[in-house]
């Protein structure tokens, strides 16, 4: 009689603590997972908020009392232009929705697989941006009819492109590259505690 109680007290104190074990890793999971959704909240934000200042330099440049010509530099640097900052435009946009639509109830392996998307394309976005910039530079000069390669703009246009490209290095190496390490690190955590 007395074996036969001790194993009941046994297993109830057994079920007790796979109680607080589950709940432990559930309160736990939801930590990790709410870490892991500030940081990617904090990326759409970015994205939003360069979305908008994108969208606030088109009446930047509008400023510059900007004359219109019926020559060929100011259609072309005018075409090139809109091109360019549609191309941007339609860019961060697309962005901005892959930042915003992570699923936090699906599985590790989505999520991670999100991530890694996402990480891809704004490394893609980033190419991309400093391989056009010298012709939406370009651009500018035409329509806005500016000097290009006088001594007034030589060494602006020099120290804007020493910016951009260890700008790019930066943000490439360590500025992107520890922000998604971070995320795939959480997400690598939450895996190892639904496998345990």
Avoid: H
Avoid at 32 to 45: C, G, H, P, Q, W
Avoid at 72 to 92: K, P, Q, W
Avoid at 126 to 136: C, D, E, K, Q, T
Wanted: aromatic letters at 12%; proline letters at 2%.
């Amino acid at each position: 009689m007395e074996l036969l109680e001790l194993q009941n007290i046994w297993n109830q104190y057994d079920k007790k603590i796979s109680e607080n074990i589950r709940l432990n890793k559930g309160i736990l999971r939801k930590m990790l997972i709410s870490k892991t959704e500030k940081r990617l909240n904090r990326i759409k934000v970015e994205a939003g908020i360069r979305l908008i200042i994108s969208l606030l330099f088109v009446p930047t440049i509008l400023m510059f009392n900007i004359q219109i010509r019926t020559t060929v530099d100011f259609y072309i640097g005018l075409s090139l232009f809109a091109g360019l900052f549609i191309l941007a435009c339609i860019f961060r946009v697309k962005f901005f929705l892959m930042a915003g639509k992570f699923d936090f109830s699906s599985s590790v392996s989505s999520i991670k697989k999100e991530i890694n998307e996402l990480e891809k394309y704004q490394l893609k976005m980033l190419r991309l941006g400093l391989l056009f910039l010298p012709i939406g530079a370009i651009s500018i000069f035409l329509f806005a009819k500016i000097p290009f390669l006088t001594q007034e703009t030589l060494i602006p246009l020099i120290l804007m492109i020493i910016i951009l490209v260890a700008s790019f290095f930066y943000k490439t190496k360590y500025s992107y590259k520890e922000r998604f390490r971070k995320l795939n690190q959480e997400i690598e955590e939450i895996e190892e505690l639904e496998k345990g």
